[in-house]
């Protein structure tokens, strides 16, 4: 298993020195080249998950593995795409591409080749003299994306990136997602509270429940790539989701 | 836009007929002595008399020379401490109380032992005028690294950026826009201890033109290097408005961006 995931809790302790359970005993394996997407109403832990998993923060109880190593803190190697993009506001769209290949050894011909392939890649390419404040919220996130694709990751940790786009630019952006991360089978752990974003994204949906946040139930997605958001399948998957997402909601309330 | 322009220059004229007015009508009056209250007329023939003999330009140029010297080597001085200081919070809960006991001392008061470790000339005003500046940019460093958006921080960890350049490339430029408050604070301070600075001991600039001229009992000439100072200050004071202004266009923290459509 690629990220190993074992009894994993996460306790904080907030200033009046009591302690809120964020994370009990979740339990997990993710191969390698696969889509996971974690879903639940808020307060459900899923972006601490995440956090932990990323390498942000450490698990109170618990081991959390990576290719067999234990996650000792964030790495190069598994790049994390915010819901706010984390893009560096004074610098362009070119500089902030070329962010994490500044710290490898690249001469600057190749970085830049690098950094213009994948500016196109995300088809920005007229954008390159561009700050972030002169884009819209979807260019801002492909900017972010292409940031973290440069320096080629093993996996990509993505804490709901789409949640503040419209619903037009978010489902562009999802396929994009996919087809920018067909080529290398890049991992991907996807965390999201919108049921149709994770049927046509996920190999598997990771149901949560909150208080303290745990594993409810873990559905497969068989479905076909370039699912088609209308078919019957694809409405089936989406119901028999929701209708464990209800379950939860009239169980926790 | 061209009606607020001259709404704006209608005030400023205004505002200046009305100060003329009244130092003209106070002059007129008969009470005071000229060499009290120099007219206005005697001023402007001041003017006229340093700026032929070149004096008046001289000494604002030696001024204006000390201090960018002393605000620069501050202001970077200042941040470099601070961004260390402000990064290193258990370093800085042990620095603050003495910060906070040296910060109301006026740069003045340190005069005695700015002569005695600098000597005498053009060093102890730019000394002053470093210690001026030195404060209040320290303070908006600190303070500004503990606003920080600790995006940028997870941001530069996961893609590896160390030390010295996480400071260089993400900590600084993060806070700048909010370091250039304290720029600006630093710049009017510096520029008003300027003036006592250059009364104590050397020998040009404005500040000593004013103790000169007071030797020599030409209080036109007072008036003369007085107002060159409100002037050359308040230029600066609109330049660094204009830069803090690029800055907010540059960052994107600016009003009303213009936004592009995916």
Known sequence: MFIELTNVSKIFRNENDLDYQSLRDIDLAIEKGEFVCFLGPSGCGKSTLINLMAGFDFPTTGRILIDGEEVSGPSIRYVTIFQNYGLLPWRNVRKNVALGLESQKLGKRERNERVDELIRRVGLTNFGGYRPHQLSGGMQQRVAIARALAVDPEILFMDEPFGSLDALTRMAMQEEILTLCEAKKTTIVFVTHDVDEAVFLADRIVVMTPDPGRVRKIFRVTLPRRRNRASPDFLKMRDDVIAELDFIKKNCS | ?262
């Open chain 2, 1 to 262: 836009m061209r009606g607020v322009f001259s709404v704006k220059l209608f005030n400023v004229l205004l505002g200046m007929g009305i100060l003329f007015a009244l130092w003209e009508g106070l002059v007129l009056s008969g009470r005071y002595p000229p060499a009290l209250l120099p007219p206005p007329e005697k001023v402007l023939r001041g003017f006229q008399e340093i700026g032929e003999n070149g004096a008046l330009f001289r000494h604002a140029i030696v001024t204006l020379k000390r201090f960018f010297i002393g605000y620069f080597a501050s202001s970077a001085t200042a941040i470099v401490l601070g961004l260390f200081f402000g990064w290193l919070t258990k370093l800085w809960d042990v620095v603050e109380p003495v910060v906070q006991v040296l910060r109301p001392i006026s740069p003045v008061a340190w005069y005695p032992f700015i002569v005695l470790w600098f000597g005498i000339g053009d060093v102890p005003a730019t000394v002053v005028i470093f210690m001026a500046g030195f404060f209040p940019v320290l303070l908006s460093t600190v303070a500004a690294i503990r606003l920080i958006d600790p995006i940028y921080l997870k941001v530069a960890r996961n893609f590896g950026i160390k030390q010295p350049f996480l400071m260089i490339k993400i900590v600084f430029p993060a806070i700048f826009p909010n370091i250039i408050t304290g720029l600006h604070l630093a710049l009017g301070a510096a520029w008003i201890f300027m003036v006592a600075g250059e009364m104590l001991g050397t020998q040009s600039g404005l500040g000593f033109l004013i103790i000169d001229s007071r030797n020599g009992f030409r209080t036109d000439l007072v008036v003369c290097s007085m107002i060159t100072i409100g002037l050359l200050g308040l230029a600066l004071d609109k330049a660094i408005v204009l830069f803090e202004r690029w800055v907010n266009r540059v960052w994107g923290l600016g009003p009303s961006p213009e936004i592009r459509r995916s």
